[in-house]
C-alpha cells in the first residue's frame, strides 16, 4: 500500500528501520524529514510512557517503604508500651497488696 504524506507518495517498508531512509533513494528529502518527525515523534512518546511508568514506579516504591517504616515503628512502640505496661500492673498489684 502507498501512503500520501505531504503530498508526496511512500511506500511503508521505507518507514521500518533509519538505515532505508538513508539507503533507499526513491525517497524525497522532504518527505524523509516528514518520516523523521513522524519517527521523532513516536520516540518522543515512547520516552514519556517509560519515564511515566518509571515516575509510578518510584512514587509507588517509596509509598511502599513510608508504609512499611510506620507498620514497624507503630509495632515497635506497642512493643515498648507492652512491657511498660506488665510492669504498671505488677506494681499496682504490689501497692494494692501491701494496703498503702
Known amino acids: 500500500k502507498k ?3 505531504y503530498g508526496i507518495w511512500i511506500f511503508p517498508r521505507f518507514l521500518s528501520s533509519h538505515g532505508a531512509l538513508a539507503r533507499n533513494k526513491l525517497v524525497a ?3 524523509r524529514v516528514a518520516v523523521v518527525e513522524v519517527a521523532g515523534a513516536t520516540l518522543t512518546r515512547q520516552l514519556v510512557d ?3 511508568l518509571l515516575a509510578v514506579l518510584l512514587f509507588g516504591l ?3 517503604l513510608v508504609t512499611v517504616a510506620v507498620f514497624i515503628t507503630q ?3 506497642s512493643y515498648r508500651r507492652k512491657d511498660y505496661t506488665q510492669v504498671d500492673y505488677l506494681i499496682n498489684g504490689m501497692y494494692t497488696d501491701s494496703g498503702v
Open 3 to 5: 501512503k500520501k504524506k
Open 29 to 31: 528529502s522532504g518527505t
Open 50 to 52: 517509560t519515564a511515566s
Open 62 to 64: 517509596l509509598f511502599f
Open 75 to 77: 509495632a515497635y512502640e
